[in-house]
C-alpha cells in the first residue's frame, strides 16, 4: 500500500526554534504536522495492516537547501498521524518494525510517499529483538 502526503512536513530545526520561542508555538507545529499526515491516512484507517509493518519512506523535496537527517525528522509526525487516523494503535516496536528512507528533488511536486510493507509474525528477525 502506498501513502503520498502532498507538499512537506516541518523539519527538525524550525521545530527546535519554534519550541525554543514559545512552547505553544512548537505545540501547533505538532499538531498541524501530526494532522496532516493523518489526513493522508484517513482513507486507509480501517484496512489494519498484518503487524509489525515496515515503511519505506521516499522524502521528494523541493531542493536541498536542507539536511536530510532534519527532513526526515518528520517522521515522528507520520508515526504519529498514523496512530491519530486509527489505522495503528501505537507506533511501538510491535507495530513498526523499521524503516528505510530516501530522498530525491522535485521541484513541482514535493511530497513524502510512505509504501507500507506488512510483515509475517513468525519473522525470525523482529523476533530476536533485544534478546
Known amino acids: 500500500m502506498k501513502i503520498v502526503i502532498p ?16 512552547r505553544f508555538k512548537g505545540a501547533k507545529i505538532k499538531k498541524q504536522n501530526t494532522y496532516k499526515a493523518a489526513a493522508a491516512f484517513m482513507p486507509v ?3 489494519k495492516p498484518k503487524l509489525p509493518i515496515r515503511l519505506h519512506i521516499d522524502w521528494f523535496c523541493q531542493n536541498k537547501r536542507k ?5 526526515s525528522f518528520a ?13 495503528l494503535k501505537n507506533d511501538g516496536w510491535n507495530e ?7 530522498f530525491y528533488v522535485d521541484k513541482e511536486n ?6 507500507i510493507e506488512e510483515k509475517d509474525s513468525k519473522n525470525k528477525r523482529s523476533q530476536n529483538i533485544g534478546r
Open 7 to 22: 507538499g512537506s512536513l516541518t523539519d527538525l530545526n524550525t521545530y527546535t526554534n519554534a519550541e525554543r520561542t514559545n
Open 45 to 47: 484507517r480501517t484496512q
Open 67 to 71: 539536511d536530510m537527517d532534519n527532513i
Open 75 to 87: 517522521k515522528k509526525f507520520i508515526f504519529d498521524g498514523m496512530q491519530e487516523a486509527g489505522y
Open 96 to 102: 513498526i518494525s523499521g524503516w528505510e528512507e530516501s
Open 110 to 115: 514535493p511530497r513524502i510517499e510512505i509504501e
